[in-house]
């Protein structure tokens, strides 16, 4: 489908049941399920169909970790490690990350939208008022009307620090690190968090000489139990990541030439010289020329959504939104959860249906606040859902936390020699269920969704020891926790 074309409509003005403003998974989401559900969907979409995720965030980034952790995974087992011969081939590493992109080609899931029913713009859109669009495209403005609804999902953005010289000095962010097309030989990282700790393992497994993180916390991964974070930063140091806690960058500067370093001002005094440098300190809404002027609302700021996502704000229940420009949950699989969500209670609207905002209801994200899953494909990984220690407190609940060495089950020590982990469970003693599992350790990440259904079911403690964990696998760590639980 030509640019700023739609199949059997008229360039210029075009009308559908629901308007859908980026194509990204969540947008994706929003009118595959409610075209599934009877509506007519059009999606614009100004960069590439597949948005963030696919091409510059989670299938990227996980693609190039990916080398990182089997070839360590093999030098953790006697019998296999002998027959690692060397580290990880870059260029191999970034041809499958290419792959896995289609080398920024769209194409692929512009077939998939069309297939599904779908209908594309292609354009930067903004709203013009009640359930209007213009696009701006290669041919021109299109209007498009929605009957029912407008849904905005257009994602988030990499932030910059107001480091003086930071911006002029053509800093890398998770867009720039994800697709480089080759690894630098020297990496400074701001931040501690996820991108942060994800980049930092494979540009340093990648074959980097020096990889320096410089964290303005205490700690790495601060939203999680303090443990992960710990073990996060040991294998970091293992791997020869120079880690600087209270260390922040306070100017920065870079010569003209693609290859002049990168040069920044410490806090702590003295300068630090690199490659490239990564800021890893946050992201922004993809709000700030969309047109929200149009409908009352602030360009720039998150979209606030109620419990059934429409933005607050504006009457005629005709506005909604999903995914990271909401600032509810900024992960890949929670706004398409979301997506899901909406676009089945937009279906149920247009049917002249009530949509369920009961608590789990099927049109109320409820997992946002209870029991939103996340996985840092570090090494070690940490997988983790729910509330952590903190958050339990901050809310008044009255828990018990159990933690156990997961080095110490059997299918942990047959994964690998030495195996390093520890995992824990946060119990309502109130209401004798889970509201967070914390695992971290190698391959960590497949236990992840037995904690989530535990959570979101509300599973009773005395019925999860009816659940018996297979031998010898690495699940048997729920045995443990429940005989920690019990014991204590």
């Known amino acids: 489908m030509a640019a700023g074309t739609l199949r059997g409509q008229t360039p210029g003005m075009a009308e559908f049941d629901v308007v859908v403003l980026g194509a990204g998974p969540v947008g994706e989401n929003v009118a595959d399920y409610a075209h599934q559900g009877g509506l007519s969907a059009v999606v614009v979409e100004s ?5 963030e995720c696919s091409y510059w965030a989670c299938i990227p980034s996980k693609a190039l970790l990916r080398p990182v952790h089997a070839v360590a995974a093999a030098t953790r087992v006697d019998g296999a490690r002998q027959a690692v011969t060397g580290q990880p081939d870059a260029a191999g590493a970034l041809a499958r990350r290419d792959w896995f ?21 292609r354009g930067h859109g903004r709203l013009a008022g009640e359930r209007r669009v213009l696009v701006d495209t290669d041919d021109g403005e299109v209007e498009l009307r929605a009957r029912h609804a407008v849904a905005v999902c257009t994602g988030s953005a990499a932030s910059l620090p107001p480091i003086p010289g930071l911006a002029q000095a053509r800093p890398w962010t998770s867009r720039e690190v994800t697709g480089m097309r080759k690894v630098p030989r020297r990496l400074v990282v701001i931040g501690g968090g996820v991108v942060a700790c994800e980049m930092a393992t494979a540009v340093k497994g990648l074959g980097a000489e020096q990889v320096t993180m410089l964290v303005r ?6 939203r999680l139990e303090q443990f992960a974070g710990e073990l996060v930063a040991d294998g970091l140091r293992a791997r020869g990541v120079d880690i600087r806690f209270g ?10 030439g693609d290859d002049a370093p990168v040069r920044l001002d410490l806090d702590a005094g003295g300068t630090l010289e690199a490659d490239q440098v990564l800021v890893a300190t946050g992201r922004r809404p993809r709000t700030a020329d969309i047109g929200l002027e149009s409908v009352g609302l602030r360009p720039g700021d998150s979209l606030s959504t109620d419990d059934g996502l429409a933005v607050r704000g504006v009457a005629g229940d005709w506005l909604f939104a999903a995914g990271d420009v909401t600032g509810r949950v900024l992960l890949t699989h929670q706004g398409k959860y979301q997506g899901r969500m909406l676009g089945d209670r937009l279906a149920a609207q247009a049917r002249g249906e009530q949509p369920d905002l009961s608590r789990w209801g099927r049109h109320t994200p409820t997992a946002d606040d209870a029991a939103v899953p996340q996985v840092i494909f ?6 983790a859902v729910g509330l952590t220690q903190q958050q339990a407190d901050q809310r008044g609940l009255r828990t018990r936390m159990v933690t156990y060495d997961l080095g110490h089950v059997s299918g942990a020590s047959l994964q690998a020699d030495g195996y390093t982990g520890t995992a824990s469970m946060l119990v309502d003693l109130d209401r004798d269920v889970l509201v967070g599992v914390t695992f971290a350790g190698q391959d960590v990440a497949e236990l992840l969704h037995a904690a989530t259904i535990a959570v979101v079911g509300e599973v009773p403690i005395p019925r999860l020891w009816h659940a018996v964990p297979a031998y010898p696998t690495m699940s048997e760590i729920w045995l443990r926790l429940l005989e920690e639980w019990r014991n204590g």
Do not use: F, H, K
Not at 217 to 222: I, M, Q, V
Not at 248 to 254: C, D, E, I, M, P
């Open 47 to 51: 960069e590439l169909v597949g948005g």
């Open 101 to 121: 992109i289609g080398d920024y080609d769209d194409a692929g899931q512009v077939n998939w939208l069309e297939g599904a029913g779908l209908a594309l713009v």
């Open 217 to 222: 916390g205490d700690r790495l991964l601060e």
């Open 247 to 256: 260390v922040s960058a306070t100017g920065a500067s870079r010569d003209d």
């Open 378 to 383: 570090t090494d070690p990984e940490v997988a």
